[in-house]
C-alpha cells in the first residue's frame, strides 16, 4: 500500500526566504518512437524536437544529453558575459563549443562522464583582458553547473581573442587549491573545475 503525504493549504507554512521566488515549467509530448516535443511554455518560443541517437532513436533532433551540454554551455556563456560587461569589457563576440564523453557503466547503461566547455570571447581591446574571470568564478555561479552531479568530470576553458591584436593564451582551471597554469603559454590547456554536489 502507498501512502502519500498531504497538507493542506491552511497548513502549509510560510515560503522561506531562501526558496526561490522564480522557476519554470514546460511540458513534453511523447511523439513517435524515442521522439519527444519539447513545449517550453514561453510565448513566441517555438516546440523543440529531441530524439535519441541511432540505434536507439534516429536522431531526428537533439538527445537529452545535447540539451544538457547546450544548457550547461549557455548558462556558462551568459555569466562570463555579465561578469565582463560588469567589469566594463566591451565584449565583441562570444563563440561557445561543448563536447561530453558518455560511457556504459558494468551493466550497459550509458552515463555522461565529462563536458568540456571551451568560451572564446571576442574582445574589442587588449586592456578588455583583465575582465576575463577564471573558469572557477564561471562554474560558481552557474546555477545548471550547480546543478549536476559531483563525480562529473566538468572541464572550463576561457581563450579570449582580441580583434585588434594577437590571441592571447587560455585561461584554465583545476580543482579547488590546485595551481594555475603557466598564461605565457600559447598551448590552450583544459583544468578541471569541481562541480558541487546538490
Known amino acids: 500500500m502507498t501512502t502519500l503525504s498531504t497538507t493542506s493549504a491552511a497548513s502549509t507554512p510560510a515560503r522561506s526566504a531562501a526558496e526561490p521566488s522564480s522557476g519554470f515549467s514546460l511540458a513534453i509530448h511523447r511523439y513517435s518512437h524515442f521522439q519527444q516535443i519539447v513545449d517550453f511554455r514561453l510565448a513566441g518560443v517555438a516546440l523543440l524536437g529531441v530524439d535519441e541517437q541511432p540505434p536507439l532513436g534516429r536522431g531526428w533532433g537533439p538527445s537529452p544529453a545535447h540539451l544538457l551540454g547546450s544548457a550547461l554551455g549557455a548558462c556558462l556563456a551568459d ?68 546543478a549536476l552531479r559531483s563525480d562529473l568530470g566538468l572541464w572550463i576553458a576561457i581563450t ?20 594555475f597554469a603557466d598564461a605565457a603559454s600559447p598551448v590552450p590547456r583544459y583544468v578541471e573545475a569541481g562541480v558541487p554536489a546538490m
Open 79 to 146: 555569466i562570463l558575459l555579465v561578469v565582463m560587461r560588469a567589469a566594463g569589457a566591451d565584449v565583441l563576440d562570444l563563440r561557445t563549443d561543448v563536447s561530453g564523453g558518455i560511457r556504459c557503466d558494468t551493466l550497459g547503461r550509458p552515463h555522461v562522464t565529462s563536458i568540456t566547455v571551451r568560451l572564446t570571447p571576442v574582445l574589442a581591446s587588449r586592456a578588455d583582458l583583465d575582465a576575463v574571470p577564471t573558469p572557477e568564478v564561471l562554474a560558481q555561479r552557474s546555477m545548471i553547473a550547480d
Open 160 to 179: 579570449p581573442e582580441v580583434r585588434s591584436g594577437a590571441r592571447p593564451s587560455t585561461y584554465g582551471l583545476s580543482r579547488a587549491g590546485a595551481s
